[in-house]
């Protein structure tokens, strides 16, 4: 059973362009969340999704961030018009519920740098 | 809101040394603690947890005990190995299973040499 595969691992912007990071879950996990990591801090909650629906946005910046976990396919986080700013490592994770016993796991990460 | 601190890193020791990193919260309400590990070219793995006051969490012979009077969940483990190198992260989540709403810390770099 493969992991949480996130691609690119790696990615470069220029300021301006949109950039697209893709989470594939575990086989059988219904229940995505994205992360950011920002230079000398922790991991910061940014959305939970479960399948075609957003159930917990409150991390996310209200402008130019968007995400997505289609019926089928990869979950999509997508920043549109990127800035310096958004320079980060990028993390998804997935589980199979939420119920109190439920673990997450979480991909290698995504790195976004924009020049 | 929910915050956690936990000790600066890099923390260097020598092998079977014991380990402690610290960690402090702030929280609302009852909430659950983890601890993460993060291997050099891997995502984060859960280590360990703890849902209520008093509760132990253990794996791979760390430790960690929920202390609500101190709001403090130190990780600890009595002989470290070369192969426990790597960046652990305190956690915690009022909100359930899964990884709604973590908070974390912002890692200790633990690094064992020979």
Redesign the interface.
């Known amino acids: 059973n493969a992991?949480?595969m996130?691609n690119p691992r790696h990615l470069v912007r220029r300021r301006g362009q949109e950039a697209r990071l893709r989470c594939s879950p575990m086989k059988g996990h219904s229940?995505v969340?994205w992360?950011r990591q920002l230079p000398?801090?922790?991991?910061?909650?940014m959305v939970?999704l479960q399948k075609e629906n957003i159930?917990?946005e409150?991390?996310m910046p209200k402008e130019r961030f968007s995400a997505e976990f289609p019926k089928e396919g990869p979950s999509i986080l997508r920043i549109q018009q990127v800035v310096r700013g958004d320079s980060a490592a990028y993390?998804c994770?997935s589980?199979p519920?939420?119920?109190?016993?439920?673990?997450?796991?979480?991909?290698?990460?995504t790195r976004l740098t924009v020049v | 809101g929910n915050s956690?601190t936990q000790m600066e890193g890099p923390v260097t020791l020598s092998e079977e040394a014991f380990l402690t990193i610290n960690c402090t919260y702030t929280a609302t309400g009852y909430p659950?603690l983890f601890w993460?590990v993060q291997y050099p070219?891997?995502?984060?793995?859960?280590l360990l947890k703890a849902?209520k006051a008093d509760d132990k969490g253990s794996n791979k012979g760390f430790e960690a005990t929920y202390r609500k009077e101190t709001t403090s969940f130190h990780l600890e483990k009595g002989s470290v190995q070369v192969s426990d190198s790597a960046v652990y992260?305190c956690?915690l989540t009022n909100?359930?299973?899964?990884?709604?709403?973590?908070?974390?810390?912002?890692?200790t770099h633990l690094i064992i040499q020979p």
């Open positions: 992991g949480v996130q229940h969340y992360y000398e801090e922790g991991l910061k909650f939970y159930i917990d409150s991390g993390f994770a589980s519920d939420i119920g109190a016993s439920s673990e997450a796991f979480f991909g290698q990460g | 956690v659950s993460y070219g891997e995502g984060l793995q859960l849902t992260f956690a909100s359930g299973g899964g990884a709604d709403g973590l908070t974390f810390g912002k890692g």
